[in-house]
């Protein structure tokens, strides 16, 4: 018999992800994304499951478990061996555009509507892969003509279409755990560029670090900022909250931060201080 807790777990997981999805997305495709998330999570937490188990408890076929499982082995998540599923000895789960794009849904669409005030006509801007800078999407096209560059697959797919807008993608390495090139390749191609901005978000800051689980995706990001005259960093209340293992760079070296009004007073005040221009975005309830 299906698990009700994890039928409760996914309805409520496919609302965080319908609405961070926002901009194309359907019920369907969103409750696997959930399903799939939360499978990760269980696996994590439990170490290692037989997947006839990991079938009952999400009241799904043992084809469809399978079929989520592959896709979780294949972003680097899950190892499956023997009708058992164990969980990676890896941290990147939190890295990943699954597990990002349902989270802080309304907070990152806040931070990106308050963020698009930025993006000016006429200007070259390198828009990362997080799926906060994601959110920017609906607002761009308001401020054509534009440059565009981007690592990420998805930002590409979502702007290749958009009228008035230069499209650079860059290429290097893909990696399907975040639908997004990095590598030396990459690094390379963004070293030959300058733009008049970049817009990144980033897993976590600490110590006025900011920090990212995948050592490649620091090294893409801290290519980006380097190539840009004006840094905007997109953060949320909870990357205050996070632990990441790989340092991008300071806090401070950002021209602007954009952060939700959840963000706890004292952060805003110590980075007011240190001359920052601090933006904060207000969360509508319900958003």
Known sequence: MPNNTSERAVEQATGRAVSED?????????RQIARRRLMAETVM?????????????????????????????SRGFLRKTRGIVSSAPTS????SDTYRA??????????????AAFVESGQAAFFDDSTTVLQLVPHISMRVPLT??????????ELKSMRDLTLLG????????????????TTAEIGQLR?????MSLSAIIDDKVFHQSAEM?????????????????????????RALHAMGSLYDFDVIVVDDRTAPAHIERMKLHGMQVVIAPVRDGA
Do not use: Y
């Open 218 to 242: 620091a090294e893409t990001k801290r290519a980006m900022f380097q190539s840009a005259a004006t840094r905007i960093l997109l953060a949320d209340h909870t990357k205050f909250e996070r």
């Open 148 to 157: 565009a560059i981007t690592n990420s697959l998805v930002l590409m797919n």
């Open 22 to 30: 926002g901009i194309r997305s359907d019920s369907r495709q969103a």
């Open 92 to 95: 990147i789960i939190e890295s």
């Open 170 to 185: 860059l290429g290097g390495k893909f990696h399907n755990w975040c639908n997004a090139f990095m590598g030396p390749a």
């Open 45 to 73: 937490a439990e170490g290692a499951m037989r997947i006839e188990d990991i079938a009952e408890r999400f009241g799904v076929s043992l084809m469809t478990a399978h079929r989520d499982l592959d896709e979780l082995e």
């Open 102 to 115: 349902s989270s802080q849904g309304a907070e990152k669409r806040a931070i990106a509507e308050a963020a």
């Open 195 to 199: 733009a008049d901005r970049v817009f």
